[in-house]
């Protein structure tokens, strides 16, 4: 009986979070939606969404943590020691245009979450291509900051819709960018 409870569960959580995706998508004000809206939506009932999460926020984080989750999966999966940064920034590009539905609704009330998430994997991919020694010098960090930051911010304009860029060629600037400045350090 528990692994059909468990099943009933993932459900659930599923069907809530494409609910939530969904009536953004209907260009449905984040704040103006409510659990009832939800439920609607999902087809379940009030408690089965208090089960679950306590409010529309926190399963918009959970959608957010699966996607980043889900991102990090992959990219350790796909690991090699011989791993470069580009193959991380190419991850990153290739999980953003699969998730590109569920991210596009979402982008304009939870921008911080995903893309600080993103800023600071991104700077713990590149941190021992800049490390001497384990060691960062001042200008290392600095450079490291301004490659991550302009990075996150390349493809939130994407989602926001301030560049005329595809996510591919974000994903291919940013990597060229990389190779140039790591070839000069």
């Known amino acids: 009986m528990a692994k059909k409870e468990y099943r009933n569960s993932l459900k659930s959580q599923r069907a809530i979070k494409e609910a939530v995706v969904s009536l953004l998508a209907k260009k449905k004000d984040f704040y103006s939606i409510t659990v009832s809206d939800v439920c609607i939506q999902a087809n379940i009932n009030r408690g089965t969404f208090y089960n679950h999460y306590a409010n529309i926020g926190e399963a918009a984080n959970a959608i957010e943590d699966d996607l ?3 991102m990090m999966m992959d990219w350790q999966t796909s690991r090699s020691p011989d791993a470069h940064i580009a193959n991380f920034i190419g991850l990153v590009t290739d999980k953003l245009a699969e998730n590109e539905a569920s991210y596009r ?12 998430d993103m800023k600071a994997r991104f700077l713990g991919e590149i941190e021992p291509e800049f ?3 384990g060691h960062l010098s001042d ?4 450079t490291m900051e301004i490659l991550a930051s302009g990075i996150t911010s390349l493809y939130l304009s994407y989602f926001q819709h301030r560049t005329d860029m595809s996510l ?4 291919s600037c940013c990597i060229e960018v990389v190779n140039k400045v790591l070839a000069t350090k």
């Open 105 to 116: 609704p979402l982008i304009g009330y939870i921008p911080e979450y995903f893309f600080d």
């Open 131 to 133: 490390s001497k020694n």
């Open 68 to 70: 980043m989750t889900k």
């Open 168 to 171: 591919e060629d974000i994903g």
């Open 139 to 142: 200008y290392s960090k600095a």
